[in-house]
């Protein structure tokens, strides 16, 4: 058996898709990925950010090395985006035409509803373990007029004759995590968007804590918006989020923003040389999800490290991420309890994460966390665990044995 030394200088000595074929096949043998995620600890933390791999890594140092030694290297001609999002929409079932590169997943949902007109008239409906970011941006439009309903969970889920109670005339737009971030609710995609649009509604999704986790397909669902931030289970670095949009909705949308990134051509009148005319000359603006949304210079950095992540989930496929963890998650949902722990996670969920309810939880058990080396998200009556393809089940049970001591 390779040591976990060797495993790298093997890894590191070869091409950078060899590399994610070389890790994954090492994750699926194994069951767990340990030689190409260098870990301080016990990390239970992806819902948080997702560490970064060593084929993450090297494409990241490949871009750094790449701007060193030649800055125009990297440009609007010459950068990682297309392979990045080529890569995103294959693991979502999307078009390529159908991705725009966003700053992050709460400027995509700021976007959509300005795109959509949300206002005085044009209402949300969201629930209340929906992103709580989310949440202040679409109370703070309620204060701008703009009508909002807010269904709250019951036994832990979101009810979907909740949802069509809820609606009203005014509702333009339903608002959701697919995958709660402070619960671990996951909303059944394809029949919330069937109710939206049998209500002619539209449906943006925050697909954060599934995409890459969780096998998704947004046409199956019908999903008009899908944003998706590159740091969590994409296991790429901060600066950079995909938004998805349903091309049978374009026609529904106004462009809100404006910049290079959109300009197809563009004629100057004003230089030496130039031709006669105005002082702005004419100029065409690109079209499609991408001719929209896409604004100005992009992340290029944080493309170029998700396009090497993106490579290794590929590789290894989501399924399998998803059949690994199941394991670790099912011995948190089963002992928990017994210490105390109230589960918010519906029992049978296909989350990433789980969730528990325990009184003073952060005063608690913070301190020992620390003291035990192990990192999960702590609050102040809840935790949240969610274990990735770099964990064991002894990593549970340290964490176990500590929450009981």
Not at 198 to 203: E, F, K, M, N, P
Not at 318 to 344: C, I, Y
Not at 360 to 383: D, P
Request: aromatic share 6%.
């Amino acid at each position: 058996m390779l040591s976990r030394r060797r495993v790298l200088v093997v890894l590191t000595s070869l091409p950078l898709t060899s590399v994610a074929d070389a890790s994954a096949q090492t994750a699926a043998s194994t069951g767990q990925d340990r030689q190409t995620f260098t870990i301080d600890g016990t990390y239970l933390d992806a819902a948080y950010t997702h560490p970064l791999g060593e084929v993450a890594r090297r494409a990241a140092l490949d871009y750094v090395e790449t701007r060193r030694r030649d800055p125009q290297s990297i440009s609007p001609r010459q950068n990682s985006r297309a392979i990045a999002v080529e890569r995103f929409a294959r693991l979502i079932n999307a078009a390529v035409q159908d991705i725009a590169v966003v700053p992050s997943t709460m400027d995509a949902e700021n976007l959509v509803n300005a795109c959509l007109g949300v206002g005085p008239g044009v209402g949300v409906l969201t629930d209340a373990i929906h992103y709580d970011g989310s949440l202040v941006l679409y109370a703070e439009l309620q204060r701008r007029g703009a009508p909002l309903a807010v269904v709250r969970p019951k036994a832990g889920r979101i009810d979907l004759a909740d949802v069509r109670e809820a609606l009203t005339r005014e509702t333009k737009l339903i608002a959701v995590s697919q995958v709660s971030s402070s619960t671990g609710f996951e909303h059944d995609l394809a029949e919330l968007c069937a109710l939206a649009h049998s209500h002619g509604a539209l449906v943006y999704a925050d697909i954060i804590q599934a995409a890459g986790a969780l096998p998704i397909d947004v046409r199956e669902s019908q999903v008009d918006f899908a944003a998706c931030g590159t740091y969590k289970w994409l296991m790429g670095d901060f600066g950079t989020a995909f938004l998805y949009v349903r091309p049978d909705v374009l026609g529904q949308i106004k462009r809100v923003e404006v910049g290079w990134r959109q300009v197809k051509n563009q004629e100057s009148h004003v230089l030496p040389f130039d031709a006669p005319g105005p002082a702005i000359g004419p100029y065409t603006l690109a079209g499609g999800a991408a001719g929209i949304f896409e604004v100005s210079t992009p992340a290029w950095g944080a493309l170029a490290t998700v396009a090497g992540s993106l490579a290794y989930i590929e590789q290894l496929g989501v399924a399998t991420l998803a059949r690994l963890r199941q394991p670790l998650l099912n011995r948190l949902q089963s002992r928990l309890p017994a210490l105390g722990f109230e589960s918010l996670t519906p029992v049978g969920s296909r989350s990433p994460l789980v969730a528990f309810a325990y009184r003073n939880a952060e005063k608690r058990f913070a301190s020992q966390l620390k003291s035990a080396k192990i990192k999960i998200s702590v609050y102040e009556h809840r935790i949240r665990v969610s274990p990735s393809i770099y964990n064991t089940l002894d990593d549970c049970d340290h964490l176990i044995e500590v929450l009981s001591a």
